[in-house]
């Protein structure tokens, strides 16, 4: 008998799907086409983050980067992000922190630690800060890692340009180092002023920006003087200041209050505003220098919040005080500032013959500067001291305000909106007799670069704000010929 193997199945196959793929197939393919939907989803939430970002598994390798890592390796390397060996996808991040030289030693040291402490989960996130050298300018970064979740671990790291920001703090610290200066060496100064004849000219340099959104602005003096002992200039910087805060955040239509009044051995003066008012929890900053955060500290609708810090630090070197108060947002705000009454009986208001000192040729000055409150506070400042003053706002409005005007001397702030002031100190230097214009440049950075930037545009001389006031009418009164 011949053994044979197993009756072979008869029955008939399933017909095979169209193309040749089984059913699963489809459902292996749908999985993949939502895979790399996911992928790229991901891929455009990287891209669009402007910081450089790269993800790194749990070993520090990294596994992919964003393109704007991709596009710094190429600014400064002059290499496609693919050809940039050290900062490549695949290149340990571990090993390229331990060897970065723009931190120093102690830093890169500090940075491999931070984000080796990340993938191994001993802590969510690190940051540094640290200066890069590009070709062009010193620039500063803050880098992030963040530990992922998850069973497979890694992190995201990132690095945020934060120049402007420190760039910021250093214009107040530089402030902050000028009035300390001040303060402790012949202080600021101080003579009789009559709080009743300062404030209206205070409330003079406001006017336009207060009309320009009509806005009710009522201001009410008592008639008996109020002497107090200060230093004018930066007493009306004060006042401009707290008004300018107010009708900034004021809306179109709104209403501004201001009273002084005696209270016992001080005087009192009340800005009050119906405008965006001050949360609660942002109230105790307000005096703060803003920093990025979800919100502003300056009224909590954006600025900086150093016109307000400079006016805490120049209330403070007179003596005085002053407090913000509001009932929360949209409930409008409270500026209240207190000085000390000029000591004995013989103090003296002040007046325009005993405190301005009026050139012996009355000069033609063009103040720019597209921040209402400075050009107007420094325009009434100059015309106590004598001078005939002009105001522009922008670089076509200076240039076209000095065809007419013809000034000796142009006050012009580098940073403007638009034409920057470089471009328009070259534009009047171009202008018929614009060689023996004496152009002041005036910004809040003072390195070497700066300042070569002024003097090959053009500039005179080179201010840095804030600027000490004596040093400027020094300057103003030295005789210069044309051409110098």
Known sequence: MTETGPAPDMRPSPPEPEGGI???????????????????????????????VAVLDNA?????????????????????GEAAPRTNVGTNYLDVCRAARGTGAEGAMAVHEGIRAVLERRRESFSYEYPYHAPTRKRWFRLTATALGGPHGGAVVSHADISAPMKLSDRLKVTNERLALA????????????????????????????????????????????????????????????????????????????????VGQEFEIR??????????????????????????????????GIGLTLVQRLVALHGGSVEAASAGAECGSTFTLRLPAASGAAAR????????????????????????????????????????????????AAIAEAVAFQPDVVLLDIGLAGMDGYEVARRLRALPGGGATF???????????????????????HLIKPFDPRSLLTLLATPRSPGE
């Not at 520090?60 to 002059?78: C, Q, S």
């Not at 803003?290 to 600025?303: H, I, N, P």
């Not at 005036?442 to 001389?461: C, I, K, N, P, Q």
């Open 60 to 80: 520090g390798t990294i596994i992919t980067v964003n393109r704007p890592w991709r596009l710094f390796a190429l600014e400064n390397t002059g290499r496609p």
């Open 349 to 396: 208001p002040f007046s325009q013959a005993e405190g301005a000192t009026v050139p012996a040729t009355r000069k033609r000055i063009l103040v720019v500067d597209d921040d209402a409150s400075v050009a107007d506070s420094t325009a009434v400042w100059l015309e106590m001291e004598g001078y005939e003053i002009r105001v522009a706002r922008s670089g076509p």
């Open 271 to 304: 800005v009050q505003d119906n405008g965006c008012g001050i949360p609660p929890a942002l109230l105790s900053h307000v005096f703060e220098l803003f920093q990025q955060g979800e919100e502003g500290l300056d009224r909590a609708s954006g600025g900086l």
């Open 22 to 52: 089984r059913p699963n197939a489809g459902r292996l393919e749908r999985a993949e086409q939502a895979l790399r939907a996911a992928e790229e989803f991901n891929r455009a939430i990287l891209d669009a983050v402007s910081a450089q």
């Open 183 to 262: 303060q402790d060496s012949a202080g600021v100064r101080k003579e009789a002023v009559d709080l009743a004849t300062l404030i209206p000219r205070a409330v003079s340099a406001i006017l336009p920006v207060v009309e320009r959104k009509g806005v009710a602005l009522t201001v009410q003096l008592p008639t008996a003087p109020m002497t107090i002992d200060a230093d004018p200039v930066r007493l009306t910087q004060i006042v401009v200041n707290l008004l300018d805060n107010a009708a900034k955040f004021t809306p179109d239509g709104g209403r501004i209050d201001l009273t002084a009044r005696p």
């Open 439 to 461: 152009l002041l440049a005036v910004t809040g950075y003072g390195d070497e670069e700066a300042v070569a930037r002024s003097r090959a545009a053009g500039f005179d001389h």
